[in-house]
């Protein structure tokens, strides 16, 4: 999914389960810095990947800065 969004293939990718590692979302992670796409905690402050192996995480990547504004706003409802 990550690599869908940071082709364009979709605007948003959202995973809020807490279940995600640093290990399993490096290249996606990658991947979509590169193509200009955005990377968001569930707090909304830019993921940073600086966490041991075992941290679980959370997060919302986008397309533009104005999807990821519409898509917390609705997170952030709830």
Known sequence: EMAYLSRGLIDVFIDLRDKIRVQDMAAGYLLIKEAGGLIVDAD??????????????SFVGASNQVTLDQIMSEINKY
Do not use: N
């Not at 402050?45 to 941290?55: N, S």
């Open 44 to 57: 909304s402050q830019p993921l940073d990947l600086d966490f041991g192996t075992m941290t679980r995480l």
